[in-house]
């Protein structure tokens, strides 16, 4: 594993160094230099039914030298390969915020983060990787906790060929780059429940849950961060877990659940971010009936997401669909933690296991 990750690294190199000679390849020739990049605006973002995620269609854009309202976006790009190919030579890993900082010492000027994100976001794009592949991730916030051993493939000799098993810290382990590339060695788990909040999330360890229901449990902590998205992904397909998530019942919940399912159009430019079978478990709007759950009204901004979502090409199906229309008829939202009007064990002895044959049937 060790060299496939070297042999990856390497490809990702030299696609930094491709991209870096056609740049000095232009200029040699006397040309001003200019950049080909597929579009990202809305309307060249396509569902492709097939994936089942939003993808980037044929239009491209082209950034040049040559016309002065681009001279700045194009250097900010060029410095952004840059300094992705020189912290992976140095084999250190950093985060979008280093990355925002550090360019003040290259008197490279964002007008925000966002801005510098968006840059590598171009990057991404232009190299078809997604950003962790050279190395720049955001700030970590999200945990696994369940009976998976790992081996660290990072190659820091501190940690090189380390094993650790993933329910060893009775907080759970950060999913961050090193456990993002480990390798799996042993897993004693048969599914993946992803839950949206901490509280649960927690709750579920200390109340046993990885083991009741022989489960990995990872935080996702509200939406979804792309390594968590990959890290997922990852344990369906190499591993063959089935995932369900458990989100807020809101049509954010909602919403949280279908980026893991078929991704954002955000991230068209990328394929490795979905889980496709992955199923939401709940909470859904048809439980805040069937449980009677404590509810707070939806606000305006609630509905009119829920109507936007009614014309979005991933919702279509009959069972998103159903939901979307029982929030707009009781126009109310429920919270994870209203099953504890029943007792705080509730959730995990009877709403659980009464989900989990329901949704592994579906």
């Known amino acids: 594993m060790r060299e496939k990750a070297r042999e990856h690294m390497e490809n990702i190199l030299a696609k930094l160094r491709e991209f870096g000679l056609t740049i000095y390849d232009q200029l040699a020739r006397g040309e001003f230099p200019r950049i080909k990049i597929p579009s990202r605006t809305t309307s060249n973002i396509i569902y492709d039914p097939d994936l089942r995620q939003f993808v980037l269609g044929d239009q491209v854009v082209t950034r040049s030298a040559a016309n002065i309202r681009q001279v700045r976006s194009f250097t900010q790009l060029i410095w952004v390969a840059f300094f992705a190919y020189k912290s992976m030579l140095a084999n250190q890993p950093t985060t979008l915020r280093d990355l925002y900082y550090n360019a003040e010492a290259f008197d490279i ?101 990885h083991k009741k229901f022989n489960a990995i449990l990872v935080h996702t902590a509200g939406q979804a961060p792309r390594a968590t998205r990959r890290f997922l992904r990852r344990l369906n397909e190499e591993l063959g877990l089935p995932v369900y998530i458990l989100t807020d019942a809101d049509v954010w919940g909602m919403h949280i659940a279908m980026v893991i399912i078929s991704g954002s159009a955000n991230a068209a430019h990328l394929t490795e971010l979905t889980t496709p079978d992955a199923k939401w478990l709940g909470v859904w709007a048809t439980d805040i009936v069937r449980y009677k759950l404590p509810t707070d009204a939806m606000t305006e901004e609630d509905l009119n997401r829920l109507r936007l979502l009614m014309r979005d090409p991933r919702y279509q199906d009959p069972f998103w669909m159903r939901e979307i229309n029982e929030f707009l008829k009781i126009k109310r939202k429920a919270e994870q933690q209203s099953f504890s009007r029943y007792g705080l064990s509730y959730i995990v002895k009877k709403y659980l296991p009464d989900k989990l044959r329901e949704v592994s049937g579906r």
């Open 109 to 209: 000027k964002f007008k925000n983060q966002q801005e510098s994100n968006d840059v590598v976001a171009d990057l991404e794009t232009i190299l078809g990787v997604p950003r962790e592949d050279f190395m720049i991730f955001p700030e970590e916030r999200s945990a696994v906790f369940g009976d998976l051993t790992i081996e660290y493939t990072s190659p820091d000799p501190d940690y090189y060929g380390k094993r650790i098993n993933l329910s060893s810290h009775p907080d759970g382990l950060m999913i961050g780059p090193s456990l993002l590339t480990a390798d799996f060695v042993e897993c004693n788990a048969d599914k993946v429940i992803a839950i949206e909040t901490g509280g649960l999330f927690t709750r579920f360890i200390a109340e046993k849950v």
